[in-house]
């Protein structure tokens, strides 16, 4: 199933306390979390739930030296500006959806640069700073400064390394060479057994999906593709010293999406088995259809 907490039950938990808005019960349960990768994450999970951006509001007027609701309230509202935006074509999206994008990333960099400027050992801000900035077109040095930035605190953080290469994809105004550069560097200067691997298998997918039907598939079945695929799963899902770090499934839907259209249903079953049905939207959104319909589609084909 789609698992917006990859079965976490600290997170589930901590989802239900913010669709509820029950501040009280779920600020204690954030401020326990001491690893800021952590946190991060779950507060990228939060900032998906409908509803927050109105407790959030309250919250922050009853407390205004509350960052942690200020940090979860510019997290939502990035979140919230996708919404609004969708995930058409620049050309399908309306003059109010532009409009309600713009105007809450506005809200958003204001109220994360404020929690940064408060509490400058937090990672979260950084995050999040990176996706707004990308989505406000503020430009290369900007992105590169915030990703620097997000380091800084927490070098090898996995999802920042995941918004940089968003940041260098060609549809975002970098070029394949530059994605796959940052993809390789950052996979092989951390040691085997780091999360950074999954990098290169994203990057070939963005790469794939620019591709004109019947071009795609040969660049992904490329000796050389698969080469360098195989390469960065042994390097980090499939090595030893892979640590499963929180949402280690998002990860290991990667490769086994990425295998399976590939036509290497042994390893693919492989990291379907680990996964037992658990079900991240990305990278199942880059198919048509339903995530869950194909990721039921790759797995049984796999496991004949």
Known sequence: MLDPACGDEELRLLLAQAAEGDWAALRPGLAAVEDASELTWLLSALSEVGGVEEWTAKAIADGPDDSPALLLSGARHVSWAWEARTGQRAAQVSEEQWRLFHERLEIAEEQLFEVAEREPEWLAPWYFLQISGRGASLGRDIGRYRFEAALRRRPGHLDSHRQRLQQLCAKWGGSHEEMH???????????????????????????????????????????AVRSELHEAAERSVLHPAYGRPRGWQRAHNTFAMVFSLIDEPQTAHRLFQELDGVVTESPWYYLSGDPVDSYRGHRDLCAR
């Open 181 to 223: 550069e940052f993809a390789r560097d950052s996979m092989l200067s951390a040691p085997e057994g780091s999360p950074l691997g999954e990098l290169v298998a994203l990057a070939h997918l963005e790469h794939w999906l620019d591709l004109a039907d019947g071009a795609d598939h040969a660049y992904l079945t490329s000796r």
